[in-house]
């Protein structure tokens, strides 16, 4: 007799749509998996990527056992081992570390693989076990860090508007955003309101999949978003339209920031554009005439030494046109900021005898190479793949070949990193743990109940860290909770958003809308800022106002190279997924007409794309979609399946945004013929 299962669960990858999906379960095998219909942003479809999500939990080279290495770091060469031997030979390594070097010798780095509360990123799992260890602090600031900052200075919170109210917008602006590939959900809501009128403007140096489907493209340099947006609030000014009650009752500096503004008219800011003046003045105008508009400013904009000061300044024009009033207007970046879901009972960070040092995870080359007092002399990588997704590759494959770090990577594939470690522990895949989700991108909780066992010796992340900190005899209660009990803890904030989910509810009906209200105005009568108005001025400090802050690699190199999401991996998940590579048709460079003459460059030419850090392989596209002086070659390929053995992460700088976070997008490079 066949049995047949359905299991209610969630999308754990990052990604602003969390989706809700449901896995069909036969003979406990997944066979089938499909997007939840019944939940209103998921509406029963996944993604060209997710829908192959089975398929790689199922794939061979799916690591299944704990792994000792045989052979030199980075040879990928290892042995089988037992968890107990696995653990053991952890435990004897951290403490003698510990014990010669201090807790803060131990990086416990964790990436954005799940952001599950339970066994991923969103509650830092394994933080309660390093916090005892007194490991050094973790901030993983390499995703969203300088546009979160710019969002808290004016509005208090980098929480934006519900993208679903996007279907009563009149104006809206995609910039440096591209929805179609990096979370196409949102695109129903955008086409609604289209049907009622809203004209949609894409704002990128490229032309994305999404700007061509927009009525209106504007490409101007990388990096001068900030000028852009004071250049439409010139125009919004010069017009009286600005929303002077609005401004009276709930902004603070407006006399001060309004002078900043009348210093980026439309000529100047053409200049620093590149975008023809007209174009600027008539996108002006749109914004001073039409309510609501609505705004979607995502990661990819703040990869450059100015994303603070971009989202900063990009969040400042609700503020002056007064579009928090309006169903369908505001500023989304991210929803994460009104998640009641409690982080800090997650993380215990009071179990902390002493405070710690705060480690990047963007500058794990600098912390592996260049950190003293205590060196990084453990290095322990959770649901990440520094080697390739971080920045600096060529320092960080230095940092991993020391003889004297000891690097722990708990995976579910053979990724590059896990070429670098001492010991690879299997992870399980969503489909086989427990998870508590929110979503970035709507106002919805989601569970995640496991379908189908873990493959050979699989183990959650959060019950490794269990059985570790029982391998290392400490006895603290918390570092024993079991996955249950931690949902209950990260529900149990008491914040009314809250109201009425318990996790019974949850777990039986998979998601639920936060308890918000409906629309969901959240700064129609106020901010949290300390002032409780949008804060265009804070503080009196040089950085009080939001400003145009430049691109900072320097132009020794002549072209900007912009790496964003690839349309057929998630950064470098399913980048060894052998449909979804053919797919992506190898590393490829794309060059506007003009640079590719002027470099004797041809089509599907191979070339090397360089600068002092570093270098890639690839093959030329030429298009007009980029523009001149601007190359761009997505993210994603896994430097051992690329030809020359790096990715695009070899030419990128370590430096930090001037808000934090990286800068992938400010990064000049040369390309020549191979
Ligand atoms: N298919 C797919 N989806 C993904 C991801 C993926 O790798 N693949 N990654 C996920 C993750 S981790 C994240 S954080 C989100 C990110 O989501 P997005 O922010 O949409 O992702 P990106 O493609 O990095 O950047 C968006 C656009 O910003 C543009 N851009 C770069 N610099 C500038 C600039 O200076 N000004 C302007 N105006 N535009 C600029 C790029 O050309 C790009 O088209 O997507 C998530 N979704
Ligand atoms: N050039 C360039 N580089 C970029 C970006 C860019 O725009 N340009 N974007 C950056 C961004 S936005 C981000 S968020 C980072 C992401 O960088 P990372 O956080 O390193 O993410 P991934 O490269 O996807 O690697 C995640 C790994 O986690 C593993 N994993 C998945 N689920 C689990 C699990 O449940 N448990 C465990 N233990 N492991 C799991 C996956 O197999 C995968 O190998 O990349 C950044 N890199
Ligand atoms: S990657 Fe994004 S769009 Fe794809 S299934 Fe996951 S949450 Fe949905
Ligand atoms: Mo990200």
Known sequence: MSSELKVLGACPLDCPDGCAWVVTVQDGRAVRLRGNPEHPYTRGALCVKVNRYLEHTQAPDRILHPLRRTGPKGSGTFERISWDEALDEIAERLTGVIEEFGGEAVWPYSGTG????????????GRRLWNVLGASHHDADICSQAGNEGLRRVQGSPGGMDPELFAESKLIL??????????????????????????VVAIDPIRTRTADQADEHLAP???????????????VVSEGAEDREFIQAHTHGWTEFRKRIMEFPPARVAGITDLPVDRIVGLGLRLART?????????????????????????????????WRYPGGGVVYSTSGHSPLDRTALYRDDLLEKPVRTLRMTRLGEGLLDLDDPPVKVLWVTAANPMGSTSHQNKI????????LFTVVVEQFPTDTVDYADIVLPATTQIEHRDLHDGYGHLYLTWNEPAVAPPGECLPTAETFRRLARRLGLTEPALFDDDLTLAEQALGSGHPALEGITLDRLRKEGWVRMAL???????????????????????????????????????????????AASHTFLNTTFGNNPELRRRAKGPYVMVHPDDASARGLTPGQRVRVFNDRGSFEAEVEISDRVRPGVAASPKGHWPKFSPGGTNVNATVDERTADLGGAVYHDNRVEIAPL
């Open 114 to 125: 799940t952001l599950g509360y339970l066994q991923g990123l969103e509650g830092m799992a």
């Open 174 to 199: 995609l910039w440096g955003t591209n929805t179609l590939t990096t979370g196409h959900h949102l695109w129903k809501f955008i086409q609604d309101g289209r049907h009622a009128g809203a004209h």
């Open 221 to 235: 340099l990388p990096g001068t978003d900030a000028a852009l947006a004071l250049g439409l609030l010139h125009v």
């Open 291 to 323: 309510r609501p508009t609505a705004i979607r400013a995502t990661m990819g904009l703040q990869r450059h030494a100015g994303g603070g000061a971009a989202l900063r300044t990009i969040a400042a024009i609700a503020g002056v046109t007064g579009d």
């Open 397 to 404: 494959r230095r940092g991993l070949l020391r003889e004297d």
């Open 517 to 563: 209200p409906r629309p969901f105005l959240p700064y129609a009568e106020g901010f949290p800022t300390a002032s409780g108005r949008m804060e265009f001025v804070t503080g009196d400090g040089p950085d009080r106002m939001p400003d145009f802050v430049p691109p900072a690699d320097p132009p020794d190199y002549p072209l900007t190279l912009i790496s």
